[in-house]
């Protein structure tokens, strides 16, 4: 999982750099600015507030996809879940306990990333 959400928040950063307009970069090279602090000062500050969306929602997606780990028996909520089921005959009480835990998290990514977009702006 770790790989392929690195994967997507790779292309969304390359995609986020490139569509800096090339006037930028011409700009800095004018003032003498060298590559790296044209990434640093110009182009990376202007890419983040690009890709906060794309990152938020990329974010937001892994915890949700978290609970595909308890398929291949990874100890995770949803599989603790399916433990107790097993072992205690409970069938709602820990699915709704991980609905709701799964709830809180996504809710209070999405406000945090909500508060980090309208800073941004």
Do not use: C, H
């Not at 690195?6 to 060298?34: K, N």
């Not at 202007?46 to 937001?60: D, H, M, R, S, T």
Request: aromatic share 10%.
């Amino acid at each position: 999982m770790s790989l392929n959400a690195a994967a997507y928040i790779a292309e969304t950063f390359r995609s986020g750099v490139q569509s800096i307009s090339e006037g930028q970069r011409e700009a800095a090279r004018t003032l003498g600015l060298s590559q790296f602090d044209t990434m640093r000062f110009i182009i990376v500050p202007q890419a983040i507030k690009i890709v906060i969306p794309a990152l938020g929602n990329e974010f937001i997606s892994l915890i949700k996809d978290s609970s595909l780990v308890s398929a291949i028996s990874a100890p995770e909520i949803t599989y603790w879940a399916q433990a107790m089921n097993a072992q205690y005959y409970v069938v709602w009480t820990p699915y709704l306990t991980v609905a709701v835990l799964y709830l809180i998290l996504t809710l209070s990514a999405s406000r945090l990333m909500k508060l980090w977009e309208r800073k941004m702006a």
